[in-house]
């Protein structure tokens, strides 16, 4: 069974760029979350997606968005990047929809770096 | 608010002493509470968890924890620690009402020498 996987794992943007941030659920998983851990911080919550709708969102301006496909993958953009958006960006993928009984996966990260 | 925290920032034990992680949240509605390990470039690894039953549950690698209602603590122990549990710990929460969204504290440093 493959596990949760994330590409890329590292990206160097600058400010003002745009960036796409990919994740493959584990096997048979309909729900993805992404989450966005800053240095030294712990991850935070930045929105879910339960069979290809999104199914609540952080406190994360809109430029931050994100879509789950058919196959259950998912994508993170970023628009208009700001220094502070460098990060180690987490997404975890789960099993039937959003309780909180069905644990959560978490990726290896893509580690992005905004100059 | 909703909020995690974890007082301690880094732990320095021994090798095969005991440790306690301490995790304390805000909450006036039911929650549901979690240990995750996250090594150096990985992602997060769950350790245990607590969703109702027993107050004292059991994880991975010989960690416990306890559910303290009236404290509003969860804090995480294991009797004997061993070089390879040198690694940053999260105690996160899901409060009722809020689907499966994780609220995380801001992590525990544990280094374990000899």
């Known amino acids: 069974e493959t596990g949760v996987t994330q590409s890329p794992t590292h990206l160097i943007k600058t400010r003002g760029q745009q960036v796409t941030l990919r994740c493959s659920s584990q096997?048979?998983?309909?729900?993805v979350s992404w989450y966005q851990q800053a240095l030294g911080q712990g991850p935070q919550f930045i929105f879910q997606y339960y069979r290809e709708e999104e199914n609540g969102r952080g406190n994360f301006p809109p430029r931050f968005s994100g879509l789950q496909f058919p196959n259950y993958s998912s994508e993170l953009n970023v628009n208009a990047l700001e220094l502070d958006d460098s990060a180690l960006y987490l997404c975890?993928?789960?099993?039937?929809?959003?309780?909180?009984?069905?644990?959560?996966?978490f990726g290896p990260g893509t580690r992005l770096t905004v100059l | 608010a909703q909020s995690v925290t974890q007082l301690d920032s880094q732990v320095p034990v021994f090798e095969e002493a005991p440790v306690e992680l301490r995790c304390n949240y805000s909450s006036s509605v039911s929650v549901y509470l979690f240990w995750y390990v996250q090594y150096p470039n990985q992602g997060l690894q769950l350790l245990l968890k607590y969703l109702s039953g027993s107050t004292l549950v059991k994880g991975i690698n010989g960690f416990e924890a306890e559910f303290n209602k009236s404290q509003t603590s969860f804090h995480l122990r294991k009797p004997s620690v061993h070089i390879s549990d040198t690694a940053e710990y999260f105690c996160a929460v899901i409060y009722t009402g809020t689907a499966s969204k994780l609220t995380f504290g801001t992590g525990t440093r544990l280094q374990v020498t000899l």
């Open positions: 096997s048979g998983h309909n729900t």
């Open positions: 975890a993928s789960s099993l039937g929809g959003v309780s909180p009984y069905n644990e959560q996966f």
